[in-house]
Nanobody
Framework: QVQLVESGGGSVQAGGSLRLSCVAS?????MAWFRQAPGKEREGVAA????????YYVDSVKGRFTLSKDNGENTLYLQMNSLKPEDTAMYYC?????????????????????WGQGTQVTVSS
């Protein structure tokens, strides 16, 4: 069982930046960030394989959000720049110790077994 702990959320004005962190307690093969806004379905935002060879981003964040990993610390970072009000959501870290995201899609939530509690991101206009 892998536990995930997120941090780094907060409130910013549009155009601002935040950096989210997710620390995993054990081995992960894939790690990702999802988000869910009130009244909306959970959405895959970005994902990365352990070796960092491939990153996946939903179209709405491409060019603004960047993933990075510290494998030594089992930590995934999401640098979020040029934030928009529509980025407001609860952000969840997800991980899988197998290659299931390769089967279901890296931004599909059914590919992930482990989930964090979430960190709130609020962007005001």
């Amino acid at each position: 069982q892998v536990q995930l702990v997120e941090s780094g959320g907060g409130s910013v004005q549009a155009g601002g930046s935040l950096r989210l962190s997710c620390v995993a307690s054990g081995y992960t093969y894939f790690m990702a960030w999802f988000r869910q806004a009130p009244g909306k379905e959970r959405e895959g935002v970005a994902a990365m394989r352990r070796d960092g060879s491939t990153s996946y981003y939903v179209d709405s964040v491409k060019g603004r959000f960047t993933l990075s990993k510290d494998n030594g610390e089992n930590t995934l970072y999401l640098q979020m720049n040029s934030l928009k009000p529509e980025d407001t959501a609860m952000y969840y870290c997800a991980a899988d110790s197998l290659a299931r995201p390769l089967v279901f899609g890296a931004l599909a939530d059914r590919g992930y077994d482990y989930w964090g509690q979430g960190t709130q991101v609020t962007v005001s206009s």
